[in-house]
């Protein structure tokens, strides 16, 4: 739906807090950290947007969420993608 680039220096604060939690805490790992979205989408450079799809499945009204994403997108026909100048496209009718 959409690709970012974020500077490595932007992520130090999530990096450091997990390191933290692993030394100074005593975990012994982590279970699968992750960064939220919404710092991604404000830390990075947008780089690539399929507006149909963001509608689609972040910022619309009947935003699709968990599961029915999933149903959606093994659904998606990867033969309806192609290259537009230096641009990755979908055609993402009936998906």
């Known amino acids: 739906m959409e690709i970012y680039e974020v500077p490595a220096e932007a992520l130090l604060p999530y990096l450091d807090g997990w390191q933290r ?54 659904k998606f026909d990867r033969t309806r993608v192609y290259i537009r100048g230096n641009k990755l496209e979908a055609d993402t009718e009936g998906a």
Not at 38 to 54: A, C, P, Q
């Open 21 to 74: 939690k692993l030394t100074d805490q005593g975990v012994g790992h982590l279970n699968n950290p992750k960064f939220r979205f919404t710092d991604i989408r404000s830390l990075g450079i947008k780089h690539y947007e399929n507006r149909d799809l963001v509608t689609r499945y972040i910022t619309g009204p009947d935003a699709k969420q968990g599961v029915s994403v999933f149903k959606d997108i093994l």
